[in-house]
C-alpha cells in the first residue's frame, strides 16, 4: 500500500523550522539560512529549490552504496509490511540472525559474535561495557579503567564522550570520575602532504606502556581507537602503530577496541581496517555503513573468546545486562542484509580499492591549492586542512563548505580541515569533478 497522500516527502511546502532542534549546528544561523536536501539517488541529493549536488561526504561517511537503491528501499518495505517490529529481549526473529552471520562472514577471523545497537555512539558504549564485563567475568574485578586517545571521536553518550578525545565535546559534560586516560594523537611529528600511510613511530605505541606502568595493567579493561581518526579531520596512523597497540595490550591483558564506525564496510577498501592494516583487535565497534545509512543501526563484533567468556562465565540467566528496545531491529536488519549484498554483488569494497591511487594523486593535486598546509589520504577518504583564517579558527573551511555547497558539492569541515569520504560506487571521473570544483574554490577562497 502507498504511503498516505498526507505525507509531503519531497517538498519544503508549509514547514515550520522552529520545532526541530539540530545536533551539532549553529541553530540560529541555519533557521536563518535553511540549507535543504529533499531527495537523493546514488552520487547526488536534490536540494529544496531543485539542484543537485555531487555527494562527497557518502552523507556522514555512511551512505556507501550511494543513494536510493533499490535493494534497500525493497527490503526496507517488505520488511516493515511483514514484521513491523519485534523484540529481541528473550524473543527473535530471523532478520537479525541472518545479519549477525552476515557482519561475522565480512570479519576477521575469531571476531563472529555480534551485538546490535542503533548508532555509534551506542556502539561504543556497548564495547566499553562489553570489556568491563569480560573482566569481570574472569574475575578480574580491579579493570575499571578506559583508555581513549586525543582527538579521538567515539560519539557523543558518556562513555564514548569520555574516553573520545575532542576538547568541544567533552568539556562541558565530562568529569574526570569515568576514570578514563588518553594516550597522544598520532599527528605530532607527522610528516605533512604524506601519501597515505604516515612513516613508523614506534614511540607513540610505546606511550601506552608509560600509561600502563603509571595505572598499573590490573586497573586497565581496554584502549579503544579509531584505526584512521575521522571526525578530527582525517589522521592517518604511523607505519606499524597499531600492531605495537595490539601487541602492548595484548602483552597485559587488556582489550583493544577499533572504533570502525567510519573505517568498517569498505571505506578503506577492505571490509574492515583490521583487515586492512592486519591488526586483529578483540571488539570492532560499527554502524553508519552497515546499513548505507538507510535506517540507523550499529553492531558490535566481538571475538569468540570476548563473547563466550562473558556468557560462559557468568551465573545461570542474562549473560550481560545492556541493551536496546531496538537492538536487531527487523527493519533495519533488512536495510543491513541488502546493503552487504550489494556491496558483495557490486563489489564495492574492491572498487574503492582500486580507486585508492587515482583518488590519492587527485587529492595531493591540490597541495598547490592557496591555503592548503596539508593533504592526508587513505582508501576512499582525504582530509585538506587548511591555514585558519586569522584568528578565527574554522571560519575559512566554514566558507569553502557554503560555497562548495552552492556550486552543487558537498563536503564535510570540521574546524579548518575539509574531509571527503564519497560513496564508494564512485568512478574516477567523479573523482576528478570533486576535485576539480575543489580546487576552482581553494583558488577562489580569501
Ligand atoms: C568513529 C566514530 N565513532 C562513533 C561515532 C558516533 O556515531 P553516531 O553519530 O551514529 O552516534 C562516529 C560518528 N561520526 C560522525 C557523525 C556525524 C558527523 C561526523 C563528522 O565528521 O562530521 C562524524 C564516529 O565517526
Known amino acids: 500500500?502507498?504511503?498516505?497522500?498526507?505525507?509531503?516527502?519531497?517538498?519544503?511546502?508549509?514547514?515550520?523550522?522552529?520545532?526541530?532542534?539540530?545536533?551539532?549546528?549553529?541553530?540560529?544561523?541555519?533557521?536563518?539560512?535553511?540549507?535543504?536536501?529533499?531527495?537523493?539517488?546514488?552520487?547526488?541529493?536534490?536540494?529544496?529549490?531543485?539542484?543537485?549536488?555531487?555527494?562527497?561526504?557518502?552523507?556522514?561517511?555512511?551512505?556507501?552504496?550511494?543513494?536510493?537503491?533499490?535493494?534497500?528501499?525493497?527490503?526496507?518495505?517488505?520488511?516493515?509490511?511483514?514484521?513491523?517490529?519485534?523484540?529481541?529481549?528473550?524473543?527473535?526473529?530471523?532478520?537479525?540472525?541472518?545479519?549477525?552471520?552476515?557482519?561475522?562472514?565480512?570479519?576477521?577471523?575469531?571476531?563472529?559474535?555480534?551485538?546490535?545497537?542503533?548508532?555509534?555512539?551506542?556502539?561504543?558504549?556497548?564495547?566499553?561495557?562489553?570489556?568491563?564485563?569480560?573482566?569481570?567475568?574472569?574475575?578480574?574485578?580491579?579493570?575499571?579503567?578506559?583508555?581513549?586517545?586525543?582527538?579521538?571521536?567515539?560519539?557523543?553518550?558518556?562513555?564514548?564522550?569520555?574516553?573520545?578525545?575532542?576538547?568541544?565535546?567533552?568539556?562541558?559534560?565530562?568529569?574526570?570520575?569515568?576514570?578514563?586516560?588518553?594516550?597522544?594523537?598520532?599527528?605530532?611529528?607527522?610528516?605533512?602532504?604524506?601519501?597515505?600511510?604516515?612513516?613508523?613511530?614506534?614511540?607513540?605505541?610505546?606511550?601506552?606502556?608509560?600509561?600502563?606502568?603509571?595505572?598499573?595493567?590490573?586497573?586497565?579493561?581496554?584502549?579503544?581507537?579509531?584505526?584512521?581518526?575521522?571526525?578530527?579531520?582525517?589522521l592517518v596512523p604511523p607505519q606499524g602503530y597499531l600492531q605495537a597497540l595490539r601487541d602492548i595490550t595484548r602483552k597485559h591483558g587488556i582489550l583493544l577496541i577499533f572504533d570502525e564506525v567510519i573505517t568498517g564496510f569498505g571505506r578503506l577498501g577492505k571490509a574492515t581496517a583490521a583487515e586492512y592494516f592486519g591488526v586483529t583487535p578483540d571488539i570492532i565497534t560499527t554502524a553508519k555503513g552497515l546499513t548505507n545509512g538507510t535506517v540507523p543501526m550499529g553492531a558490535v563484533i566481538a571475538s569468540r573468546e570476548v563473547h563466550d567468556t562473558v556468557v560462559n562465565g557468568s551465573p545461570e540467566g542474562i549473560e550481560f545486562y545492556h541493551g536496546y528496545t531496538y537492538s536487531g531491529h527487523p527493519v533495519a536488519a533488512a536495510a543491513g542484509l541488502a546493503t552487504l549484498g550489494l556491496y558483495r554483488e557490486e563489489g564495492l569494497f574492491e572498487n574503492a580499492a582500486a580507486l585508492a591511487a587515482h583518488w590519492e594523486a587527485a587529492a595531493h593535486a591540490l597541495a598547490d591549492c592557496p591555503h592548503v598546509i596539508d593533504v592526508r589520504n587513505l582508501g576512499l577518504v582525504a582530509g585538506i586542512e587548511l591555514a585558519p583564517r586569522d584568528g578565527t579558527v574554522g571560519a575559512r573551511a566554514m566558507e569553502a563548505f557554503h560555497r562548495a555547497f552552492d556550486a552543487g558539492l558537498l563536503i564535510r569541515v570540521t574546524g579548518d580541515i575539509i574531509a571527503l569520504s564519497p560513496p564508494l560506487m564512485i568512478s574516477a571521473a567523479q573523482i576528478d569533478t570533486i576535485f576539480g570544483m575543489l580546487r576552482e574554490i581553494l583558488n577562489d577562497l580569501a
Request: glycine letters at 12%; one cysteine or more; proline letters at 4%.
Open 1 to 234: 500500500a502507498a504511503a498516505p497522500a498526507s505525507i509531503d516527502f519531497a517538498s519544503m511546502d508549509g514547514v515550520d523550522l522552529d520545532h526541530f532542534w539540530m545536533p551539532f549546528t549553529n541553530n540560529r544561523f541555519f533557521k536563518q539560512n535553511p540549507r535543504l536536501f529533499v531527495a537523493a539517488s546514488d552520487m547526488h541529493y536534490t536540494t529544496a529549490d531543485g539542484r543537485q549536488v555531487l555527494d562527497a561526504t557518502a552523507g556522514l561517511w555512511c551512505v556507501n552504496a550511494g543513494h536510493g537503491r533499490a535493494a534497500i528501499t525493497d527490503a526496507v518495505t517488505r520488511a516493515a509490511q511483514t514484521l513491523d517490529f519485534a523484540p529481541t529481549f528473550q524473543l527473535g526473529h530471523p532478520l537479525a540472525f541472518r545479519l549477525a552471520s552476515d557482519v561475522a562472514r565480512i570479519m576477521p577471523a575469531g571476531m563472529d559474535r555480534v551485538f546490535f545497537t542503533n548508532s555509534g555512539s551506542e556502539s561504543a558504549d556497548t564495547a566499553l561495557k562489553m570489556a568491563l564485563a569480560y573482566h569481570h567475568a574472569r574475575g578480574d574485578h580491579t579493570r575499571f579503567r578506559l583508555i581513549g586517545r586525543q582527538r579521538g571521536y567515539h560519539g557523543t553518550n558518556f562513555g564514548g564522550l569520555s574516553v573520545g578525545g575532542i576538547g568541544g565535546n567533552r568539556r562541558r559534560f565530562v568529569s574526570q570520575v569515568w576514570g578514563v586516560d588518553h594516550l597522544s594523537h598520532t599527528h605530532g611529528q607527522a610528516v605533512r602532504f604524506c601519501r597515505g600511510m604516515q612513516p613508523g613511530n614506534g614511540a607513540l605505541a610505546e606511550e601506552l606502556e608509560e600509561l600502563v606502568a603509571l595505572h598499573g595493567p590490573e586497573t586497565i579493561a581496554a584502549v579503544i581507537v579509531e584505526p584512521v581518526a575521522g571526525s578530527t579531520g582525517v
